[in-house]
């Protein structure tokens, strides 16, 4: 009876240690789990960032190549000062006026938030699912995006200091305003407006700011004379095609980033459908142009092209996952489209965009945000969002546009943008040999 006893005691104790070490085990294999998640995450945020801020060289390849030379270190130029102004306004208020909503910090609710001083956190342990600086860096490089949009539009006629201060309103307070109203869980994502990474929160905001600079600016000295258009051809295209190459990289992490998670074999299988699809898109935008140019135009221009991709990139952007992979394509392919048909238009309307900014991002912004209605979304949402965001940004853009031109100018003198803006702005050409 004895021995029976110590038997059973010795069964108990070791099921008891077995299935102590059993939820020991499992509850480390969750941990680890988590912890591996939450570097998987962390990692998808900083190397889609450190690709999208390398679409900062791709727009400053192709606004250098698409603007004649006398003016081109001067597109240099702005292009970094513009990177380095939209890192430290996202610092200062911009990247907690997106997000401080989804934490009930609403000046307005709903509508505007608190602007603070981004913080780390706590840098010892798990801050949620990825890295807080993670996630700041990779919303930071979206913002610069949206001000390399209005540069190459406003090129060549417009003032750097003055383009400059544009970029600390635009970075710090209007691009951040209306992105919380869908990224930071404001009055768009409550109704139901859906843009997964951007076409009108990102691209279509700069296309707006873009076209109320070149609106209140006016076309450079002798682009419109006696009801034509005298083309003013780019220095260097193949700069400008090494640019577009750049931007279709950069692409893959602004979208695939975007799916925010990379932790599962879901989540990672969606990265890699959002990255098929924005290559698609981006062939179809190029096919498209490109088929479409001589038709209309005669001959094939590389800029209009090298645009088509621009324009089937932005607009897939707003849903690159949902798709099939032919809708990409067609989705891209009207990108494209609206790029052939769009540039002339400004023309007839004399609004003179440099690099075609305008119909690439604010037009094919606009359609992607709208053709997310083709796989489930809200087209009445769809519409509210471009147009109340386009209001907004038109309005915010335009008194800054118009304080700035009334105080300190915003436009050279002819003089001087005949001459270029290099050898007055900067004092020193891109080109020395060449330009004199």
Request: proline share 3%; hydrophobic share 55%; with cysteine.
């Amino acid at each position: 009876m004895k021995e029976t006893v110590w038997k059973w005691a010795g069964r108990s104790a070791g099921a008891a240690i077995l299935g102590g070490l059993a939820l020991t085990g499992s509850a480390f294999a969750q941990e680890a789990s988590a912890v591996s998640a939450y570097v998987d995450n962390s990692y998808l945020f900083l190397i889609s960032g450190m690709v999208v801020m390398f679409m900062a060289a791709g727009f400053c390849m192709l606004e250098v190549g698409m603007v004649r030379a006398k003016n081109a270190a001067t597109q240099a130029v702005k292009n970094v000062m513009l990177f380095s102004i939209a890192g430290i306004m996202v610092y200062l208020c911009g990247y907690n006026v997106i997000y401080n909503g989804a934490n009930d910090k609403w000046i307005i609710d709903g509508i505007l938030a608190m602007p603070e001083v981004w913080s780390q956190g706590d840098l010892g342990e798990m801050q949620g699912d990825y890295s807080a600086a993670s996630d700041w860096f990779f919303q930071m490089v979206f913002v610069a995006t949206a001000a390399s949009i209005v540069s190459g539009t406003v090129a060549e006629r417009v003032k750097i200091l003055p383009f400059m201060i544009f970029t600390v309103v635009l970075t710090g307070f209007i691009y951040p305003i209306q992105a919380s109203w869908q990224w930071g869980g404001g009055w768009l994502a409550e109704g139901g407006f859906s843009d997964f990474a951007g076409s009108t929160l990102v691209h279509s905001t700069g296309g707006w700011a873009a076209l109320v600079g070149a609106l209140l600016i006016g076309p450079r000295a002798g682009k419109y004379v006696d009801g034509k258009v005298n083309p003013m051809p780019g220095s260097n295209i193949p700069l400008a095609a090494l640019g577009t190459f750049i931007l279709w990289l950069g692409w893959f992490g602004f979208n695939g980033g975007s799916e925010l998670v990379a932790g599962d074999p879901t989540a990672i299988n969606d990265v890699s459908t959002i990255f098929a699809n924005t290559n698609l898109a981006a062939a179809g935008g190029v096919v498209a142009s490109a088929i479409l140019c001589p038709i209309f135009f005669k001959k094939m221009d590389p800029t209009i092209v090298m645009n088509g991709a621009i324009g089937g990139l932005v607009a897939i952007t707003a849903e690159p996952l949902a798709p099939a992979l032919y809708e990409a394509i067609i989705i891209g392919a009207v990108g494209g489209a609206i790029i052939v048909f769009f540039v002339p238009l400004l023309d007839k309307l004399k609004i003179d965009d440099v690099v075609g900014a305008i119909p690439a991002h604010l037009v094919a912004g606009i359609f992607g945000t709208l053709v997310v209605a083709w796989n489930g979304g809200d087209i009445v949402w769809q519409a509210i969002g471009v147009v109340s965001i386009g209001a907004f940004v038109i309005v915010t853009s335009a008194i800054t546009w118009l304080i700035l031109k009334f105080t300190i100018g915003i436009r050279t003198s002819e003089e001087e943008e005949l001459e270029g803006l290099d050898k007055y702005e900067l004092g020193l050409e891109a080109y020395p040999e060449f330009t004199k």
